[in-house]
């Protein structure tokens, strides 16, 4: 199932896409409530969206982020793809480099993310080294605690799409992630939420990002050091994981710090995210 935010005659809506492209909308004021719904009941209702004509065209709406916004701070991995954390420990070492055998975690404020086509501030006020960075984010769909491992793929709801921008100067200049991740406008997200049935457990898809038309990213999703059951195992050991959490599992090699010299964004960039089976977030840079 795929499912959308949409902006239309001045509402904000939550709909399944049926077939054609077609938008049923649902009866939950925002997707949080839906995350929140008891899981049976939520399935009742999607499945009898599932069975009913779209009233509303996909094309004739406003897609927004799927989860405008989140109930709490997005969890990050860092460095969580092999090359990726290659370039980033070139980069700078200092600030990127990590124990072996543990995870990066970190957290990033998003009070409320862009969807497809919304600008990308740049906030080249305090920002120098302005970057992009294609990630899968799993959604949970019900609270996690103490999940065994083989158990953690039945707490996901679904996955979307979300680009990890960044500052560079700030996050290696306070020698920490939140700020340089957490600026206005730096969780694009979308284009939907695609539940996670549709996918093989761990999901393997291809994950692109373009800027101006070059590929600059090309990974797959099961490259991930610390993979998705783990994460969701290793977090919930003593710590809720509440439902509609989202976690942003790292990015592939190819980020603009990553080019020698560094290849950052300015005004007018177009980003291009990808990911297969999900969709397209694209995203100009302001």
Known sequence: ???????????????????????????????????????????????????????????????LAPIPSPRQDLICLGMNYQ??????????????????????????RASRCPGPGAPIPGHFDIVEGLDYEAELAVVLGRDARNVPLEEAFSYVFGYTVVNDVSARNLQTGHKQFYF???????????????????????????????????????????????????????????????????IATGTPAGVGMGFDPPRFLKPGDVVRCEIQGIGVLENTVE
């Not at 995350?35 to 499945?47: A, C, S, T, W």
């Not at 800027?211 to 994460?231: C, H, K, P, S």
Request: proline residues 5%; contains cysteine; charged residues 25%.
């Open 83 to 108: 090359k990726h954390k290659a370039e980033a420990e070139k980069f700078h070492a200092q600030a990127f480099t990590r124990e072996k055998e543990r995870a990066v975690y970190f957290s990033k």
């Open 1 to 63: 199932m795929r499912l959308y935010t949409v902006a239309h005659q001045g509402k904000e809506l939550v709909c399944l896409e049926t077939a054609g492209e077609r938008l049923v909308p649902l009866p939950y004021e925002t997707m949080n409530h839906l995350l929140g719904d008891d899981p049976d009941h939520r399935d009742r209702v999607l499945q009898e969206a599932a069975g009913q004509p779209g009233s509303l065209d996909l094309a004739q709406v406003q897609v």
């Open 180 to 246: 340089g991740k957490s600026l206005d406008g730096f969780t694009p997200m979308g284009p939907c939420l695609v539940t996670e049935d549709e996918f093989s457990r761990p999901p393997a898809l291809a994950i692109r990002t373009w800027i101006n038309g070059e590929l600059r990213q090309d990974g797959m999703t099961d490259e991930l050091i610390f993979g998705i059951a783990y994460v969701i195992h290793e977090l919930s050991q003593g710590m809720t994981l509440q439902a509609g959490t989202i």
